[in-house]
């Protein structure tokens, strides 16, 4: 009698610690990790996304508002990018003397100023 509840507590105690063969997380022999509360709410923000972006696709035709809306900022962006280049065409077409940038420093000449 006491030499099987000795073996039986052995072998109680060898399961406790036996761990899988291979990999520990991946495959038939694995230790899987119970979710904590935060995963689970993770996964449902997660899942209401997707579901945001299927709806989204499956209804993916606009309102005659939502073109107007959609056209006149089109329109704005292209507005402010032909302002921008026009911009940038004035300020770089205009040609540039050496002395010009160098005017400031004409200031304290004396030869200048007889």
Request: proline share 4%; charged share 30%.
């Given at each position: 009698?006491?030499?099987?509840?000795?073996l039986?507590l052995e072998a109680?105690?060898?399961?406790r610690h036996?761990?899988?063969?291979?990999h520990?997380y991946h495959?038939?022999?694995?230790?899987?990790v119970p979710?904590t509360?935060?995963?689970v709410?993770?996964l449902g923000?997660e899942?209401e996304?997707?579901?945001?972006n299927m709806f989204y696709?499956?209804?993916?035709?606009?309102t005659?508002e939502?073109?107007?809306?959609?056209?006149?900022?089109l329109?704005?962006?292209t507005k402010a990018t032909?302002?921008?280049?026009?911009?940038?065409?004035?300020?770089?077409?205009?040609?540039?003397?050496?002395?010009e940038h160098?005017?400031?420093?004409?200031?304290?000449e004396?030869w200048?100023c007889?």
């Amino acid at each position: 009698m006491r030499l099987t509840n000795f073996l039986f507590l052995e072998a109680k105690k060898y399961k406790r610690h036996r761990l899988p063969h291979g990999h520990l997380y991946h495959g038939k022999h694995k230790i899987i990790v119970p979710p904590t509360a935060l995963e689970v709410a993770q996964l449902g923000r997660e899942l209401e996304i997707e579901e945001r972006n299927m709806f989204y696709l499956r209804h993916s035709y606009l309102t005659k508002e939502e073109s107007k809306a959609h056209r006149a900022a089109l329109e704005y962006c292209t507005k402010a990018t032909r302002d921008l280049r026009t911009y940038k065409m004035n300020k770089f077409s205009q040609p540039e003397r050496l002395s010009e940038h160098l005017e400031h420093l004409r200031h304290g000449e004396r030869w200048d100023c007889i």
